[in-house]
């Protein structure tokens, strides 16, 4: 129960600080990938001029791997991409749309279109250099 509570005034203050960011036109930017499910995909993929998203399942091995490295990149690239990771096994659609077989599988989307695509577990700055090949 009290972790219940705790977890409601912390998305309370996330909310009221997203609402003092937008009333001073701001844009709050994570510095955490963004949770993407079937229904939110298609708006974050618009939303993001360049979007990194991780097919990922909590039981592959090699996810377990390169989760941490999504999330040390949407850290240190806050700002300039938008980090996701999308859950297979809670989340079908989207994977089976883009033909998703194996996991962990990064997909880049850049202004909407994916433009590059990484099946299975590669080092830090393996993916890093994809990613910089669209910073512009």
């Known amino acids: 129960m009290y972790q219940e509570n705790e977890l409601e005034q912390i998305r309370l203050r996330k909310i009221q600080a997203m609402l003092d960011a937008a009333k001073k036109g701001q844009a709050l930017v994570a510095k955490q990938p963004i949770i993407l499910t079937d229904s939110n995909f298609s708006g974050a993929v618009s939303a993001n001029d360049l979007l990194v998203v991780d097919f990922w399942a909590p039981w592959c091995g090699p996810c377990r791997m390169?989760?941490?490295?999504?999330?040390?990149l949407s850290a240190e690239y806050t700002g300039?991409?938008?980090?996701?990771?999308?859950?297979?096994?809670?989340?079908?659609?989207?994977?089976?749309?883009?033909?998703?077989?194996?996991?962990?599988?990064?997909?880049?989307?850049?202004?909407?279109?994916?433009?590059?695509?990484?099946?299975?577990?590669?080092?830090?700055a393996h993916i890093e250099a994809m990613i910089k090949r669209y910073l512009g």
């Open 66 to 72: 390169v989760g941490p490295i999504i999330e040390a």
């Open 80 to 124: 300039k991409a938008a980090f996701g990771k999308m859950n297979v096994d809670e989340n079908q659609v989207v994977p089976s749309s883009f033909g998703i077989m194996s996991i962990p599988t990064i997909i880049i989307f850049n202004h909407g279109k994916e433009v590059e695509r990484l099946v299975g577990a590669y080092p830090k």
